[in-house]
């Protein structure tokens, strides 16, 4: 890349090396154009206005690619399903939700592209969740020209890792709830976790076809999960009783007639939590956290089983850096460090 000077009427099709300011005494001082811009025909006469008749313009080897350009192949190769990219502006490209749902970030491929020199990539954090239109990632060429064989480097991990950023969507999942406790069974106390977990599917697209109480009894807790399998249930959610007292029988229950993937979670507040399956039926322990707390493991991990996603063991371990909730005055979830770890 060299830079040489020009005559305004020769500099169509050409790129400026520098910004051009612009002042208008007592009203204004900025830039009119700024380096990087592809001169154009109707530039011209305000060029002349602004007293320029001659500019210095980049002159591009065989080898250099213009930061807009780098920019649109940064966004092809980071846009995956549901991703709509924009056209950049100073090499800037940004990538939007399509759909509402849940992000999904290939994590090893946006490494890969940020250990090259002179571009970036940054999305927001894997996992979230996530509205139609929102940004979900940027990129950028750093200098006003990028190598091309540093693009094609961006192309091939593209090729070898697949998609950077994708969306999710949440599926219409059928959903039971199970609220346990022999209080709230025989009516002496509210039903305080109905409203808090159904405000909470709801709000991802999930259907509550059924809501059914049981006393602090293993046979019925039993009983009322196979009865919601027996509904068409795609997820149960079975609330409370999951510590180790004696009493709190919800744990032995799931137990009883599911897989469990994990009981306890490295969250805090969540740190009775129990993952479990039946086949292919989430059935899931929530500690009485889930009803106090207004954002606990549930809200991290409810997201991704209602986009479809099957939950592993690691997958709650790997919860644990960033897993302890600050219990700020006013919450933030999930502009704050919970679950971004």
Do not use: W
């Amino acid at each position: 890349m060299k830079t040489r000077k020009v005559k305004i009427e020769e500099a169509v099709g050409m790129i400026l090396c520098h910004d051009i300011t612009e002042i208008i005494p007592g009203e204004k001082k900025g830039r009119a154009f700024g380096k990087g811009h592809r001169i154009r025909e109707e530039d011209l006469e305000r060029l002349k206005g602004l007293g320029k008749n001659h500019i210095y313009v980049l002159h591009m080897d065989e080898d250099d690619v213009h930061e807009d350009d780098a920019g649109r192949i940064l966004g092809e190769v980071l846009a995956g399903e549901n991703i709509k990219v924009t056209e950049p502006y100073e090499s800037r490209v940004n990538l939007h939700a399509a759909v509402d749902g849940l992000l999904k970030v290939n994590t090893k491929a946006l490494y890969r592209i940020n250990r090259l020199d002179d571009v970036a990539a940054s999305t927001l954090p894997n996992y979230s969740v996530v509205g139609k239109g929102e940004m979900v990632a940027g990129t950028k060429a750093i200098p006003l020209v990028v190598k091309r064989g540093i693009m094609e480097q961006v192309r091939e991990i593209g090729k070898e890792e697949g998609a950077v950023v994708s969306v999710v969507p949440f599926r219409p999942v059928k959903i039971s709830l199970i609220i346990t406790g022999t209080e709230v069974y025989k009516g002496i106390i509210q039903d305080a976790f109905q409203p808090v977990l159904r405000e909470k599917v709801e709000a991802l697209g999930g259907e509550v076809i059924d809501v059914s109480y049981a006393p602090d009894d293993e046979r019925m807790i039993r009983e009322k999960i196979q009865r919601a399998l027996g509904l068409g249930s795609d997820i149960v959610l079975v609330s409370g009783g999951m510590s180790v007292d004696p009493d709190d029988v919800t744990p032995k229950a799931i137990c009883s007639v599911a897989q469990v993937v994990k009981y306890g979670s490295p969250v805090l507040p969540g740190a009775m939590f129990m993952m479990s399956y039946i086949g292919d039926v989430a059935v899931i322990g929530i500690p009485a956290c889930g009803m106090y707390a207004k954002i606990t493991v549930f809200d991290l991990i409810y997201p991704r089983i209602a986009a479809g996603e099957r939950i592993q063991k690691e997958d709650i371990i790997a919860l644990a850096n960033g897993g302890l909730c600050r219990k700020c005055e006013s919450c933030r979830f999930p502009n704050c460090s919970f679950g971004r770890g």
